[in-house]
T-cell receptor, first 111, second 112 residues
Framework: GQQVMQIPQYQHVQEGEDFTTYCNSSTTLSNIQWYKQRPGGHPVFLIQLVKSGEVKKQKRLTFQFGEAKKNSSLHITATQTTDVGTYFCVWGSGNTGKLIFGQGTTLQVKP | DAMVIQNPRYQVTQFGKPVTLSCSQTLNHNVMYWYQQKSSQAPKLLFHYYDKDFNNEADTPDNFQSRRPNTSFCFLDIRSPGLGDAAMYLC???????????FGSGTRLTVV
């Protein structure tokens, strides 16, 4: 079945450094969503990308969808301790929007 | 505020003793999902309801069942919990199209 591969699995950064997580699929994706899950919390929807080459920004977060719609990335500029958590790229499949999760990237930020 | 509410937040059950987890929503979304998330893993879809239509994932054990008596409520029944069923159970809703889900806070199940 459709799989979404995400790397790296873990990332430790110093506060103020940048962070990027990457998501890849072997087949074309109709869309990609990004969620953040804080430790002990639940996934929270961040954004959805649907267009080839789409780039969206939310303050220090930049989301990209590849031209071939097979990859995506999330870049955080100047990380803060509040950015700690696991970031999931997720494909919404089918008419009911069933979510297929990537493995997630867990970000640790050292103050 | 419109939201997805899961009760209880923490649930301890005995090995083999049936347990029910509940989820309610005020979003009036037509699709409700149940996910299982084990430690350091991504959420795994168990099943979902599109309105009253039940959709089971192929690899969801028979031990897990669900009920949706109305639009607002959905229940997850675990008939005979085993130690391997200890996990966070997440309820989520959507309007049925591909857009962002709203997740509840989850129920963390411990099996003793």
């Amino acid at each position: 079945g459709q799989q979404v591969m995400q790397i790296p699995q873990y990332q430790h950064v110093q506060e103020g450094e940048d962070f990027t997580t990457y998501c890849n699929s072997s087949t074309t994706l109709s869309n990609i969503q990004w969620y953040k899950q804080r430790p002990g919390g639940h996934p929270v929807f961040l954004i959805q990308l649907v267009k080839s080459g789409e780039v969206k920004k939310q303050k220090r977060l930049t989301f990209q969808f590849g031209e071939a719609k097979k990859n995506s990335s999330l870049h955080i500029t100047a990380t803060q301790t509040t950015d700690v958590g696991t970031y999931f790229c997720v494909w919404g499949s089918g008419n009911t929007g069933k979510l297929i999760f990537g493995q997630g990237t867990t970000l640790q930020v050292k103050p | 505020d419109a939201m997805v509410i899961q009760n209880p937040r923490y649930q301890v059950t005995q090995f083999g003793k049936p347990v029910t987890l509940s989820c309610s929503q005020t979003l009036n979304h037509n699709v409700m999902y149940w996910y299982q998330q084990k430690s350091s893993q991504a959420p795994k879809l168990l099943f979902h309801y599109y309105d009253k239509d039940f959709n089971n994932e192929a690899d969801t054990p028979d031990n897990f069942q669900s009920r949706r008596p109305n639009t607002s409520f959905c229940f997850l029944d675990i008939r005979s919990p085993g130690l391997g069923d200890a996990a966070m159970y997440l309820c989520a809703t959507s309007q049925g199209q591909v857009r962002g889900y709203t997740f509840g806070s989850g129920t963390r199940l411990t099996v003793v």
